[in-house]
């Protein structure tokens, strides 16, 4: 005969076994979840770090794109896009822009001359409630196909290895496109005469429930004059701002919104390949920048241009892009916001 | 051994292990999408927020009936220690279940963000859009998350240690089956 209170005493070691086992098992696959357990993981914020100068990032400031001046103005749609996406940003009508013109680069006081891509922010509100935001480059391809290349060629780019560059770009042929718009196009004067371009590819949905997969640029109305980058950097280190603050004091500028619709076969999941020259163009609309205002002041500081945040009618493709902006401008806010007190109080 | 203690009401317990998937689902949801880059974030952000919306919902149906069917009472011979364990933890786990919501909610409303439901489907600012505020609801929405998961594994023990070392009925108040 066994023992009743040793066998009793055994049961109780299995059962806080169980416990510990059941307890366990879920503390595990929380830190699973969470990454935890896989350094490898390409986290939102180890993309967003990879972004930082040797110096550390400029507190305060968005960690890409970070010098900017803001903008409000007003998108005014033709309807010429109504019957692609039912968003009623893309019905015939006028649209406030909460908009922000900015560099890419992670330096908040960069020379405007020195910084090869340009970009273009915008917010658009509709009386439905709903928000279109989009962030816009002029170059005209993205210079990777996927995140975990773009996040390895910001370790390449920022690494003391000589050759880093060369074996990142052996490894990732794709980036030749953009490496030759960023050594050959030419530069302008002004943010009012580049073409700022989704290069991310969207769906839109319409009315009836049909979906196409579209990319969007703004076209300037001014014609671009081309100066030499030497000249530009002779100009001052802020000649992009003034240039622009000027311009628009004297009269609107103007861009129009056009919409290209892919074919079935495009390669619409990566944004390194542009589309072939014939694809149909829809104009949309135009949007037009009525005012500038300096960023510390101004209503584009504390906006995230998410391009995930779109009105029912428009939504993510199979471009993993998207996805990935999405988290790491997250984290890039949530940072920003968290250094408030080191930001620029004011811009006078 | 098991006493024969009175139960949760039939509803009470429907909407415990509701939340109990739902809560449990969101705090995983919530770490995971916050640790990629992948399409999975937004798929994830995008179950997190209407989740959010449908748990905070049924927390106030279940303070509701909690408050008018009450509880009952845990085993007279479980020691004072352990009952006011018992009770503050109760008492966490519905502060939690309310103020997560609403945090998560407020820090959205402070970023300026839209907060969607589904496509077309917006909740109304809450708060006015301040980066202060953000980050001060931010910092408590995610701290409270861990302790949040910390407090459901530690109410996950004591149910095991009241089903299977105890076995005094409390575990039955709750989880039903054979008396």
């Given amino acids: 005969m066994s023992d009743p209170i040793r066998s009793s005493g055994r049961s109780t070691v299995v059962s806080l076994a169980v416990i510990a086992l059941v307890v366990g098992g879920a503390a ?41 001046v803001c903008f409000t103005g007003t998108l005014e749609a033709s309807g010429g896009a109504a019957a692609l996406s039912k968003a009623q940003v893309f019905a015939a009508g006028k649209y406030p822009v909460v908009g922000r013109f900015n560099l890419g680069t992670a330096d908040p006081m960069a020379a405007d001359g020195a910084a090869r891509v340009r970009g273009l922010g915008i917010l658009v509100r509709t009386p439905d409630g709903q928000q279109w935001r989009s962030a816009m480059i002029d170059a005209p391809v993205f210079p990777v196909s996927t995140p975990q290349a773009f996040f390895e060629l910001l370790k390449a780019s920022g690494s003391k290895e000589p050759d880093a560059m060369m074996s990142f770009a052996a490894a990732h042929p794709e980036i030749a496109g953009f490496g030759g718009w960023a050594k050959s196009a030419p530069f302008t004067a002004s943010y009012a005469e580049e073409r700022y371009n989704s290069l991310n590819s969207f769906v839109f949905t319409n009315a009836g429930g049909e979906k196409s997969v ?26 992009l701002t003034s240039e622009i603050t000027d311009r628009i004091a004297k009269g609107p500028a103007r ?18 390949k542009a589309w072939p ?26 906006v995230n241009f998410d391009p995930t945040v779109l009105p ?7 471009d993993p892009f998207p996805a990935a902006r999405s988290a790491v401008y997250a984290v890039s806010f949530d940072r920003r916001a968290a250094e408030a007190a080191h930001y620029p109080k004011s811009a006078k | 051994m ?31 999408m916050v640790s990629t880059v992948t399409e999975t974030h937004l798929a994830l952000v995008s179950i997190h927020k209407p989740l959010g919306v449908a748990l905070f919902a049924l ?8 408050l008018t069917s009450g509880a009952p009472a845990l085993p007279a011979a479980l020691p004072e220690p352990m009952k006011l364990a018992a009770h503050l933890s109760h008492y966490a786990l519905y502060a939690l279940m309310i103020a997560m ?79």
């Avoid at chain 1, 020259?277 to 504390?302: F, H, N, Q, Y």
């Avoid at chain 2, 407020?106 to 980050?135: C, D, F, K, N």
């Avoid at chain 2, 910092?139 to 023990?157: C, D, K, Q």
């Fill in chain 1, 28 to 68: 595990t696959a929380f830190a699973y979840t969470a990454g935890w357990l896989s350094p490898d993981r390409l986290t939102p914020a180890k993309m967003t770090d990879a972004f930082a100068p040797p110096g550390g990032p400029a507190l305060g400031h968005r960690r890409n794109h970070a010098k900017g």
């Fill in chain 1, 214 to 239: 579209v990319r969007w640029s703004l076209e300037p109305e001014a014609t671009p004059v081309t100066v030499s980058a030497d000249e530009l950097k002779q100009r001052g280190p802020d000649v």
């Fill in chain 1, 255 to 272: 861009w129009t919104l056009v919409v290209t619709v892919a074919n079935p076969g495009d390669p619409t999941a990566d944004p390194s």
């Fill in chain 1, 277 to 302: 020259d014939d694809r149909r163009k829809i104009e949309a609309g135009k949007l037009t920048v009525e005012r500038i205002e300096a960023e510390p002041d101004g209503p584009c500081r504390d």
């Fill in chain 1, 312 to 318: 029912a009618g428009v939504s993510v493709s199979d």
């Fill in chain 2, 2 to 32: 098991t006493e024969d203690l009175p139960r949760f009401t039939l509803l009470q317990r429907l909407i415990h292990w509701l939340m109990a998937i739902g809560i449990l689902s969101m705090l995983f949801i919530g770490v995971g």
């Fill in chain 2, 59 to 66: 927390v106030l149906i279940r303070l509701f009936v909690r």
């Fill in chain 2, 101 to 179: 919501p609403l945090l998560g909610w407020g820090m959205l409303s402070a970023a300026g963000y839209p907060v969607t439901l589904w496509p077309g489907a917006t909740l109304p600012q809450i708060l006015p859009e301040s980066r202060e505020l953000h980050t001060l609801l931010w910092n408590a929405h995610s701290a409270l998350s861990f302790a949040f998961f910390a407090l459901v594994l530690l109410h996950v023990a004591a149910a095991l240690f009241h089903a299977l070392v105890r076995r005094d009925g409390v575990f039955q108040q709750m989880a039903g089956g054979a008396r």
